[in-house]
T-cell receptor
Framework: AQSVAQPEDQVNVAEGNPLTVKCTYS??????LFWYVQYPNRGLQFLLK??????LVKGSYGFEAEFNKSQTSFHLKKPSALVSDSALYFC?????????????FGPGTRLSVLP | ETGVTQTPRHLVMGMTNKKSLKCEQH?????MYWYKQSAKKPLELMFV???????ENNSVPSRFSPECPNSSHLFLHLHTLQPEDSALYLC?????????????????FGQGTRLTVV
């Protein structure tokens, strides 16, 4: 069975500093990994994904994520945080064993960027 | 706008009421999902439909009844709910195939319906 862990419930960072939101996964085959962001009372918005190829994936709003197969990690990063980045972030893996239908989400990490 | 529209955005219902949540996608996807998001709980997958057939039902109580009349529409019929069912209900759609093809495509989410059961 696939699973996703986000070890930090909350991450605080000062505006202008680099940010990292951590994600580790467990999957039987090749992982398809995703990051989503959620603002209050909204649905999830897609940020980026890793399928294959370069381990460093670039996405929306200046975010990027680094895939590390040996550590089974897919950490989300941004070189310089903005106050507007404050939101709830979800890492997800797609369960390709179950006919490729299901997305398994982590519990979420709340990011607070302080001015 | 993500191409997935949910109505209503907010719903307050009594425990004896019957109501329905609606989801519509304009992306040409062939899989649709219902998720439940409660405070302090991870996203819970409730139902998955692929090509209009239900392929997943994660032990959801029978007071929740999904319906997928075609690949663009998904409903969640609610009856005799409990206060603990109060949550944000999210609909999503994606491409997905029976052989796992297109599993590398992302899901697109609607804005959600904030449900309060009183």
């Amino acid at each position: 069975a696939q699973s996703v862990a986000q070890p930090e419930d909350q991450v605080n960072v000062a505006e202008g500093n680099p940010l990292t939101v951590k994600c580790t996964y467990s999957v039987s085959g090749n992982p398809y990994l995703f990051w989503y962001v959620q603002y209050p009372n909204r649905g999830l918005q897609f940020l980026l994904k890793y399928i294959t190829g370069d381990n460093l994936v670039k996405g929306s709003y200046g975010f990027e994520a680094e895939f590390n197969k040996s550590q089974t990690s897919f950490h989300l990063k941004k070189p310089s945080a903005l106050v507007s980045d404050s939101a709830l972030y979800f890492c997800a893996v797609r369960d390709i064993d179950n006919y490729g239908q299901n997305f398994v989400f982590g519990p979420g990490t709340r990011l607070s960027v302080l001015p | 706008e993500t191409g997935v529209t949910q109505t209503p955005r907010h719903l307050v219902m009594g425990m004896t009421n019957k109501k329905s949540l609606k989801c519509e996608q304009h992306l040409g996807h062939n899989a649709m999902y219902w998720y439940k998001q409660s405070a302090k709980k991870p996203l819970e997958l409730m139902f998955v439909y692929s090509l209009e057939e239900r392929v997943e039902n994660n032990s959801v109580p029978s007071r929740f009844s999904p319906e997928c009349p075609n690949s663009s529409h998904l409903f969640l019929h609610l009856h005799t709910l409990q206060p603990e069912d109060s949550a944000l209900y999210l609909c999503a759609s994606s491409q997905g195939g029976a052989t796992g093809k297109l599993a590398n495509t992302e899901a697109f989410f609607g804005q959600g319906t904030r449900l309060t059961v009183v």
